[in-house]
């Protein structure tokens, strides 16, 4: 036997490539294997950039006794939940339910046929805690597998009955009406955080999907207590170590309520959705904290996640090689281990700073500035003396020019960052988040005039295109290196790729990606709605059938399938007029009536796609002699300003066919205009990019 993830394209997996454990990558073949030799199956997940999934890998996986014993009595799987979201939900669930809690690493215990039967997450390698070892574990399961195979199968007979009952009850297909929102946004101010922004205790994360409700709901109604809780928040979390405070972008959670000290991985889709609210938030208030922070995040996504074929990285690891302090730094080709790092991995390494590393870098006198600006104290905000950098709230008033001018502090400080060992990349291309970044970049480009963003979109969208996408428009989960993964697309990578395509056609005028947004539409409504109720899935009517179908509509750390698919659907009903995709998105948005109300925090972007299908969405349509006409382009831009929630834009030449939207709308005395529709009615068209403005909430 051997390791057969060596020709894998999941970065997780190849780093796994060299355990001694003889790991399969989830395949048929995995199965049949402990089927023939009548053993469980140990089933891992995780993903790159996960701490605890290195921390195991390193006691456990490495260790050659421990990997002779699996590899004796287990067939040993390992997953890329990122790669394979349908595998992970579906035994997840199956955590969660039989603990009360999950998490990754994600260890569970298969028989042959792929029923679960004991679960768990991290083991240590010694008893810790009340926690057996891994060894002790593994003993465990061989010796109940051997002497009650009956009860080990009994038990998971019980379980995928029990995951077969909990099938979720759909609601009714209406949609979630004026109520229905009041009640979500009631919701929300009882769990609202008014000292420090957010929502919940810790640890605490970037609420990106509900403060586009807030935001949308505010553009709609008026409610000052929406926009406020969305300011601060965004404002509070801009200003916290949550946030890179000198190469922007957001890690991915604070484990404290303060927004204080970060998990530090960062993540391509936290990324994509906060450049897209501070650019929203932008857009309603004018905030030029709103826009600093999301022209650095756009940029930060990329510089370090932007891969050579055009797309976007999935994530930076939270740890990195602590760097050595000068004094014990090796010469060059000393020493045998990398210049400037120690060779021990530690959380959080790229990022921190003590006092003495501040006056490294800059020398003593702005030091003490920078220590001031940034909240680097003697005792630390981390750990071992070290602080994150933030912004503090405080009453000084500091030279501009000396912090972020050129040869300034911060310039200075990212260079001397810039020297130390960089944490490691997730270089694989997920589809999903990919859309979402597309999505982000296309509209930051557009609001700040900055085309190198638009185009970084449209090369974005150009990848997806050209190595995920087959002859019928079936998409592939990942690409890596330009090579396709071997994975089929989930409802999300249909419906974030679908989103990131909508918003390209509105920024770019070039109807040929609202055409591909069409086009993988349809693919949701005929392989992933259920034609009875509405419902959708998460996996396709003919993808790979697990234990059961996963179906989850709830928002976590990016909008679910469930409510990705009904803004997708809305937008391009609204761009095409097409009816049957305005009835799926009105019946998927069914669920958000039930859920709004009792889970606001988790049906955020179900919330923000219903605030748009009770506005409308409105429809605009730019028409002019060509889009660098300035009058034209005056237009365009205050189109795609314009708050009013959901609204999709067309913009093209009188005679085109690029958009359905642009069909019988001629200039107005020679002159560009735009119409602005909304539910079958339409305003008179306008020349003037001020009323325009008016008519969209801008």
């Not at 390193?58 to 004796?72: I, P």
């Not at 379980?159 to 979720?168: M, N, P, Q, S, T």
């Not at 990195?320 to 302090?325: D, F, G, L, M």
Request: overall charge negative; charged content about 25%.
């Amino acid at each position: 036997m051997a390791n057969r993830l060596a020709h894998e394209t999941s970065p997780y997996l190849l780093q796994h490539a060299e355990n001694p454990v003889d790991w399969w990558p989830w395949s048929d073949e995995a199965f049949a294997q402990a089927r023939e030799r009548n053993v469980p199956v140990l089933l891992s997940v995780g993903y790159a950039s996960c701490h605890w999934c290195h921390v195991m890998a390193h006691e456990s996986f490495e260790d050659q006794a421990t990997a002779d014993y699996l590899n004796e009595h287990f067939v040993s799987v390992k997953v890329d939940r990122e790669e394979r979201p349908d595998v992970d939900a579906v035994y997840m669930e199956a955590v969660q339910a039989a603990t009360g809690q999950g998490g990754w690493p994600m260890t569970v215990f298969l028989t042959p046929g792929a029923e679960p039967f004991y679960f768990g997450t991290y083991f240590p390698p010694e008893p810790r805690h009340g926690m057996p070892s891994f060894r002790q574990l593994l003993q465990g399961v061989h010796q109940a597998w051997e002497e009650r195979r009956d009860e080990v199968t009994e038990v998971a007979g019980k379980i995928v009955r029990d995951l077969a009952g909990r099938e979720i009850s759909y609601g009714d297909a209406r949609l979630p009406g004026e109520e229905q929102q009041a009640q979500a946004l009631l919701g929300l101010t009882r769990e609202y955080d008014a000292q420090r922004g957010g929502f919940g205790g810790a640890p605490k994360f970037p609420p990106s999907m509900v403060l586009e409700f807030l935001l949308r709901h505010h553009a709609r109604t008026g409610s000052e207590g929406a926009l406020q809780m969305a300011r601060d928040t965004a404002e509070r979390m801009a200003r916290g170590g949550i946030y890179d405070q000198l190469g922007g972008g957001f890690a991915r959670y604070s484990v404290d309520r303060d927004w204080t000290v970060p998990h530090f991985e960062k993540m391509l889709y936290d990324n994509a959705l906060l450049c897209r609210v501070y650019a929203h938030l932008w857009r309603s208030t004018g905030s030029e904290l709103a826009r600093r922070v999301a022209l650095e995040t756009a940029d930060f996504m990329v510089r370090e996640l932007g891969t050579p074929e055009g797309g976007f990285a999935s994530a930076l690891d939270a740890d990195s090689e602590e760097a050595v302090p000068p004094e014990g730094r090796p010469q060059k080709g000393g020493g045998g281990r990398r210049e400037g790092g120690t060779g021990r991995h530690v959380e959080g390494a790229y990022y921190v700073w003590t006092p003495e590393q501040l006056r490294e870098a800059l020398g003593a006198q702005d030091a003490e500035l920078a220590a001031r600006y940034f909240g680097v104290t003697e005792e630390g905000t981390f750990e071992e003396g070290a602080s994150v950098l933030q912004l503090p709230q405080q009453d000084e008033v500091f030279d501009a020019d000396r912090i972020g001018g050129a040869g300034g502090v911060k310039e200075r400080l990212l260079a001397a960052r810039g020297t130390r060992p960089a944490p490691g990349r997730d270089d694989k291309v997920v589809a999903a988040w990919n859309g979402l970044a597309i999505a982000a970049l296309a509209e930051t480009g557009a609001y700040f005039d900055r085309p190198d963003l638009t185009e970084a979109a449209v090369a974005a969208a150009d990848l997806l295109v050209r190595v995920h996408l087959d002859d019928h428009a079936r998409i592939a989960r990942t690409s890596r290196d330009g090579r396709v993964g071997a994975n089929a697309g989930v409802l999300e990578d249909y419906a974030d790729v679908a989103e990131g395509f909508l918003a390209l056609a509105s920024v770019t005028g070039e109807g040929v990606w609202l055409e591909f947004a069409g086009l993988l539409l349809d693919h949701v409504l005929v392989r992933f709605t259920d034609p009875e109720t509405g419902a959708l899935y998460d996996t396709a009517s003919d993808a790979e059938r697990l234990i059961r179908r996963p179906q989850d509509p709830t928002d976590n750390a990016v909008p679910s399938g469930w409510t990705a698919a009904a803004g997708a659907l809305l937008g391009y009903a609204a761009q095409t007029g097409s009816e049957p995709h305005r009835t799926a998105a009105e019946r998927a948005l069914g669920m958000v009536k039930t859920l709004g109300p009792r889970v606001p925090r988790f049906v955020g972007w179900g919330l923000a796609v219903a605030e748009a299908a009770l506005d409308g969405p409105r429809e605009v349509a730019v028409v002019g002699p060509a889009l660098d006409d300035p009058a034209t382009a005056a237009l365009h831009r205050r189109a795609l300003l314009g708050v009013a929630p959901g609204a999709v834009v067309a913009v093209g030449a009188p005679e085109s066919d690029e958009f359905p939207l642009l069909a019988d709308r001629p200039l107005v005395g020679g002159e560009p205009a735009a119409y602005v529709c909304r539910n079958f009615t339409c305003d008179a068209p306008t020349t003037d990019p001020d009323r325009l403005s008016t008519a969209l909430g801008g």
